[in-house]
């Protein structure tokens, strides 16, 4: 069984500021990971992910994640926040690196950011 | 980017009746489609993987009977909850798959349902 563990349910920045949203997982499988971001009444798009290879993923919007199997952490983060960040991030994983695949995707309870002036 | 519309966004119903939700991929075609619920303060939960002209693959504990889900092209999948009661109130999200063109999941902004 999978499952992930988002800390924090509200994190809030100001402008400029790093960013860090934190997701740790649970897998009895090399996991492959993923941060998707919803913004507001839109669906959720896919910020970056994990499969295999490089343990620092890159992503849109300046974002970027780094997989450490050590700490079982995947933990989303960007340099300098700016206002349109704000969002609700959502970290999921899969035993399947083909997001949906006949696999289903495991979601935590997302982290909601505010980022302010 | 592909896009994947949901309608209605919000319905409020009865108790005791049923209610359709639609989910379209405007701009590819899509012979998966996943349809999640998600409580407040919870995560998505899949409920149910639908494929094109075959018969929907539901998670452990989803009552398919209540949960209709009908994928009849492919671009568009339905979710009916029949009989609803006020424990059925969600938010439900749908995504497709957009292969062989893509491996990427494309959710839908989701519905928000209401039983009284």
């Known amino acids: 069984a999978q499952s992930v563990t988002q800390l924090g349910s509200h994190v809030s920045v100001s402008e400029g500021a790093l960013v860090l949203l934190r997701c740790n997982y649970s897998?009895?499988?090399?996991?492959?990971l993923f941060w998707y971001v919803q913004y507001p009444n839109q669906g959720l798009q896919l910020l970056l992910k994990?499969?295999?290879?490089?343990?620092l993923v890159k992503g849109i919007n300046g974002f970027e994640a780094e997989f450490k199997k050590s700490e079982t952490s995947f933990h989303l983060t960007k340099p300098s926040a700016h206002m349109s960040d704000a969002a609700e991030y959502f970290c999921?994983?899969?035993?399947?690196?083909?997001?949906?695949?006949?696999?289903?995707?495991?979601f935590g309870t997302g982290t909601q950011l505010k980022v302010e002036l | 980017g592909a896009v994947v519309s949901q309608h209605p966004s919000r319905v409020i119903c009865k108790s005791g009746t049923s209610v359709k939700i639609e989910c379209r991929s405007l701009?590819?075609?899509?012979?998966?489609m996943f349809w999640y619920r998600q409580f407040p303060k919870q995560s998505l939960m899949l409920m149910a993987t639908?494929?094109?002209?075959?018969?929907?693959?539901?998670e452990q504990g989803v009552e398919k009977d209540k949960f209709l889900i009908n994928h009849a092209s492919l671009t568009l999948s339905t979710l009916t909850v029949t009989s609803a009661h006020p424990e059925d109130s969600s938010f439900y999200i749908c995504?497709?798959?957009?292969?062989?063109?893509?491996?990427?999941?494309?959710f839908g902004p989701g519905t928000r349902l209401t039983v009284l």
């Open positions: 994990y499969t295999t290879g490089a343990t």
């Open positions: 897998s009895s499988v090399p996991p492959y």
């Open positions: 639908s494929n094109e002209g075959s018969k929907a693959t539901y």
């Open positions: 999921a994983v899969s035993d399947d690196p083909l997001t949906g695949g006949g696999n289903k995707l495991t």
């Open positions: 995504s497709a798959l957009a292969r062989p063109s893509s491996d990427e999941q494309f």
């Open positions: 701009d590819f075609q899509a012979t998966t």
